[in-house]
Protein backbone atom coordinates (compact mmCIF):
# COMPACT_ATOMS: atom_id res chain seq x y z
CA UNK A 1 0.00 0.00 0.00
CA UNK A 2 1.25 3.54 -0.84
CA UNK A 3 0.48 6.01 1.59
CA UNK A 4 -0.40 9.90 0.22
CA UNK A 5 0.81 12.43 1.48
CA UNK A 6 -0.99 15.92 0.70
CA UNK A 7 -0.25 18.76 1.96
CA UNK A 8 -1.21 19.40 5.98
CA UNK A 9 -2.95 16.09 5.81
CA UNK A 10 -1.86 12.94 5.99
CA UNK A 11 -3.69 9.77 4.89
CA UNK A 12 -1.68 6.82 6.26
CA UNK A 13 -3.25 4.11 7.56
CA UNK A 14 -1.98 3.75 11.59
CA UNK A 15 -1.35 -0.06 11.37
CA UNK A 16 1.98 0.87 9.06
CA UNK A 17 2.23 4.47 9.26
CA UNK A 18 6.27 5.06 10.85
CA UNK A 19 6.43 6.60 14.41
CA UNK A 20 6.05 10.07 14.70
CA UNK A 21 7.41 12.16 17.97
CA UNK A 22 4.61 13.80 20.36
CA UNK A 23 6.60 17.27 19.16
CA UNK A 24 6.23 16.99 14.99
CA UNK A 25 3.49 19.79 14.09
CA UNK A 26 3.64 21.77 11.15
CA UNK A 27 5.46 25.28 11.03
CA UNK A 28 4.23 25.82 7.68
CA UNK A 29 2.98 29.31 6.96
CA UNK A 30 -1.26 29.74 5.10
CA UNK A 31 1.01 30.95 1.99
CA UNK A 32 2.71 27.37 2.16
CA UNK A 33 0.05 25.72 2.75
CA UNK A 34 -1.70 27.07 -0.35
CA UNK A 35 1.65 26.73 -2.70
CA UNK A 36 1.39 23.19 -1.82
CA UNK A 37 -2.27 22.79 -2.47
CA UNK A 38 -1.68 24.00 -5.82
CA UNK A 39 0.95 21.71 -6.10
CA UNK A 40 -1.03 18.75 -5.24
CA UNK A 41 -3.66 20.30 -7.72
CA UNK A 42 -1.17 20.14 -10.67
CA UNK A 43 1.67 17.39 -9.60
CA UNK A 44 1.97 13.97 -8.22
CA UNK A 45 1.38 12.99 -4.80
CA UNK A 46 4.12 12.91 -2.39
CA UNK A 47 4.20 9.44 -1.00
CA UNK A 48 5.70 6.98 1.57
CA UNK A 49 6.05 3.55 0.30
CA UNK A 50 7.57 1.02 2.93
CA UNK A 51 10.31 -1.16 1.46
CA UNK A 52 9.07 -3.95 3.01
CA UNK A 53 5.17 -4.25 2.63
CA UNK A 54 4.46 -1.99 -0.26
CA UNK A 55 6.95 -3.55 -2.89
CA UNK A 56 9.36 -6.70 -3.62
CA UNK A 57 12.56 -8.05 -5.56
CA UNK A 58 11.87 -9.29 -8.81
CA UNK A 59 14.24 -11.07 -11.14
CA UNK A 60 15.40 -8.94 -13.50
CA UNK A 61 18.26 -10.26 -15.86
CA UNK A 62 20.52 -12.99 -14.92
CA UNK A 63 21.39 -12.56 -11.42
CA UNK A 64 20.57 -9.45 -10.94
CA UNK A 65 16.71 -8.34 -9.39
CA UNK A 66 14.87 -5.41 -9.34
CA UNK A 67 13.10 -3.48 -6.56
CA UNK A 68 10.71 -0.83 -8.07
CA UNK A 69 9.95 2.37 -5.88
CA UNK A 70 8.68 5.02 -8.12
CA UNK A 71 7.80 5.05 -11.78
CA UNK A 72 6.78 8.97 -12.68
CA UNK A 73 4.91 8.73 -15.35
CA UNK A 74 5.11 13.12 -15.99
CA UNK A 75 9.06 13.08 -16.23
CA UNK A 76 10.08 9.18 -16.97
CA UNK A 77 11.70 8.78 -14.11
CA UNK A 78 12.63 5.85 -12.43
CA UNK A 79 13.61 4.96 -8.43
CA UNK A 80 14.63 1.22 -8.18
CA UNK A 81 16.99 -0.65 -5.87
CA UNK A 82 19.08 -3.03 -7.86
CA UNK A 83 20.97 -5.76 -6.20
CA UNK A 84 23.06 -8.59 -7.43
CA UNK A 85 23.31 -12.65 -5.51
CA UNK A 86 26.12 -13.03 -7.65
CA UNK A 87 28.98 -11.35 -9.60
CA UNK A 88 27.21 -10.51 -12.30
CA UNK A 89 27.20 -8.28 -15.84
CA UNK A 90 24.51 -5.53 -17.13
CA UNK A 91 24.92 -5.85 -20.71
CA UNK A 92 26.45 -2.60 -22.78
CA UNK A 93 24.00 0.11 -22.53
CA UNK A 94 23.24 4.04 -22.90
CA UNK A 95 21.30 5.97 -21.13
CA UNK A 96 19.30 8.68 -22.49
CA UNK A 97 18.91 10.60 -19.36
CA UNK A 98 20.90 11.91 -16.14
CA UNK A 99 21.19 8.53 -13.86
CA UNK A 100 22.35 8.49 -10.25
CA UNK A 101 23.30 5.77 -8.17
CA UNK A 102 24.21 5.09 -4.38
CA UNK A 103 25.43 2.05 -3.54
CA UNK A 104 24.33 0.73 0.12
CA UNK A 105 25.98 -2.67 0.04
CA UNK A 106 28.63 -4.48 -1.91
CA UNK A 107 30.59 -3.22 -4.96
CA UNK A 108 29.64 -2.03 -8.62
CA UNK A 109 31.53 -0.52 -11.36
CA UNK A 110 31.85 -0.22 -14.62
CA UNK A 111 34.54 -1.82 -17.31
CA UNK A 112 34.65 1.61 -18.93
CA UNK A 113 36.26 3.30 -15.81
CA UNK A 114 38.86 2.84 -13.37
CA UNK A 115 37.05 3.69 -10.12
CA UNK A 116 34.49 1.06 -7.77
CA UNK A 117 31.80 2.33 -6.27
CA UNK A 118 31.28 0.99 -2.64
CA UNK A 119 29.12 1.60 0.43
CA UNK A 120 28.34 5.24 0.48
CA UNK A 121 29.51 6.32 -2.81
CA UNK A 122 27.69 8.59 -5.10
CA UNK A 123 27.87 8.01 -8.85
CA UNK A 124 26.28 10.06 -11.95
CA UNK A 125 26.19 9.18 -14.94
CA UNK A 126 25.48 11.90 -17.86
CA UNK A 127 22.56 11.79 -20.48
CA UNK A 128 24.14 9.42 -23.61
CA UNK A 129 26.95 7.74 -21.28
CA UNK A 130 27.49 4.22 -22.75
CA UNK A 131 28.66 1.58 -20.22
CA UNK A 132 28.84 -2.04 -18.57
CA UNK A 133 27.28 -2.39 -15.27
CA UNK A 134 29.43 -4.98 -12.88
CA UNK A 135 27.63 -5.88 -9.73
CA UNK A 136 29.91 -7.55 -7.36
CA UNK A 137 28.47 -10.33 -5.00
CA UNK A 138 25.40 -9.67 -2.42
CA UNK A 139 25.63 -6.00 -3.44
CA UNK A 140 22.65 -3.60 -3.62
CA UNK A 141 22.26 0.07 -5.16
CA UNK A 142 19.86 2.61 -4.89
CA UNK A 143 18.99 4.46 -8.40
CA UNK A 144 17.46 7.15 -10.12
CA UNK A 145 16.97 7.59 -13.89
CA UNK A 146 14.82 9.59 -16.12
CA UNK A 147 14.42 8.83 -19.71
CA UNK A 148 14.58 5.49 -21.63
CA UNK A 149 17.66 2.50 -21.14
CA UNK A 150 18.94 1.59 -24.52
CA UNK A 151 20.51 -2.14 -24.49
CA UNK A 152 23.53 -2.35 -27.23
CA UNK A 153 24.96 -5.36 -29.01
CA UNK A 154 28.30 -6.72 -26.72
CA UNK A 155 29.96 -6.73 -30.32
Known amino acids: MVH???????????????????????????LEREE????????????YIDGEHDTCWFHWQGSLDLKPLRFETRTGTIVA???????????KH??????????LKGEMNYKEYDWVARPGDYVVENPGTIHTLHMCNDTEVLVTATGSLEFLNDD
Open 4 to 30: SVSGSKTSISTDQAPAKSDNQESKLTH
Open 36 to 47: IAFTDKYSSPDA
Open 81 to 91: ALRSSEDTWLG
Open 94 to 103: RHRGPVTAVT
